[in-house]
């Protein structure tokens, strides 16, 4: 009789484990499955932070291109300004007027140089084709080892003159892709560094 009443105690004792147990399986269950939800949301913020990190770096670089004076300049050679632009993606984006045509492709340019630490203005020419039609045109100026340089930003061709002279109002030059031009007004819209 003994035997018999631990034996129904036991059985009791057993159906109330397999209860807990069931249970604690069920609430490891929930937890295991919160646990992996939790698991992917870090996987993808973790992932989404990284891509912040490099943002941010971006961002500063943006910044200092926009919003502060160049600082530590380097003067390229036209090697090294041709290596570059060949690299640069200024030239891929698709003309578009109003919206971005001569003088945008110019700026653009001028704040990738200064990413470079390159002092790179923007200049326009006003003047007449020789075929006597109007010919408006913005595009770049800088100072390489060599001298003062031009570069089309649409085509990242790179030209200069004899003796490295700026083109002058009143006379002809030979732009490339268009032919001689009569310069009427030559303008620096934004300023580089002439060399004295």
């Known amino acids: 009789m ?9 059985i009791n004792a057993y159906s109330a484990l397999n209860c807990s147990y ?3 399986l069920s609430r490891y269950s929930i937890l295991n499955a ?3 939800e939790l698991l992917r949301q870090y996987v993808s913020l973790n992932a989404s932070y990284s891509q912040l990190l490099s943002l941010n770096s ?3 670089k943006l910044y200092s291109a926009l919003y502060e004076p160049l600082r530590n300049e380097t003067v390229p050679t036209v ?3 041709k290596a570059w632009l060949a690299e640069d993606p200024t030239d891929n984006i ?3 007027m109003p919206n971005f045509v ?3 492709y110019a700026v653009m340019l001028t704040l990738h140089a200064k990413l470079m630490g390159w002092d790179m203005g923007v200049v326009a020419v006003l003047g007449k084709k020789a075929d006597g039609s109007e010919f408006n045109h913005a595009f770049n100026a800088i100072i390489c080892m060599e001298g003062l340089v031009y570069v089309e930003p649409q085509t990242d061709e790179v030209w200069w003159y004899s003796g490295h002279s700026e083109i002058q109002p009143g006379g002809w030059y030979d732009y490339p892709g268009t032919g001689q031009i009569y310069v009427q007004e030559y303008i620096v819209v934004v300023l580089y560094d002439r060399g004295g």
């Open 22 to 24: 069931n249970e604690l």
């Open 79 to 81: 090697d090294e300004l």
């Open 2 to 10: 003994q035997l018999n009443s631990s034996y129904s105690s036991l």
């Open 58 to 60: 971006s961002y500063t």
């Open 102 to 104: 001569c003088g945008d």
């Open 34 to 36: 919160t646990y992996s």
């Open 94 to 96: 698709a003309y578009d």
